[in-house]
């Protein structure tokens, strides 16, 4: 998306109430950033590719998507700004179906496997030490 037409866009969205501000992705890539919750934003059309979809962060990280809007790549302006000012974002779509079956436990008479050894962190063994810090100090007190 070019930066004239996202700007049009946010623009359009604002007028709507939406909190839509223009992302500079890359180089000559825009998109528009809705503020969805403290933290949590809809990055809209960032990616560069054809049609309508966006990518849920939340602080940066990744937490969901909306998918592909279908028939999207022939949309005007109104019906984009239509289709975003009107996604509803649900939680549900970021974890588990409900339906999924709950893990089983082993039969009976089999033993439940052991889960090994306590994996803990290596030890650093050569630690950096700043030296900078006592340079030109010789051993007497900090000036």
Known sequence: MDSE?????????????VMAHLVEAGVYEFG??????EG???LWDVDGASGLDAEIVSDGVLIGFVPH????????EEQLVESIATTRYSAEGLRPP????????????????S?????????????RRAHWIRRGNKGGPLR
């Open 69 to 76: 809007v279908s028939g999207s790549e022939s949309f005007t």
């Open 32 to 37: 528009i950033r809705v503020v969805l919750d």
């Open 40 to 42: 949590i934003e809809a």
């Open 115 to 127: 889960p090994g050894p306590a994996v803990t962190p290596p030890v650093a063994r050569y630690q």
């Open 98 to 113: 409900s339906d999924t079956p709950a893990p089983t436990a082993p039969p009976t008479g089999e033993a439940a496997p």
């Open 5 to 17: 037409r996202a700007g049009r866009l946010v623009s359009a969205l604002r007028a709507r109430g």
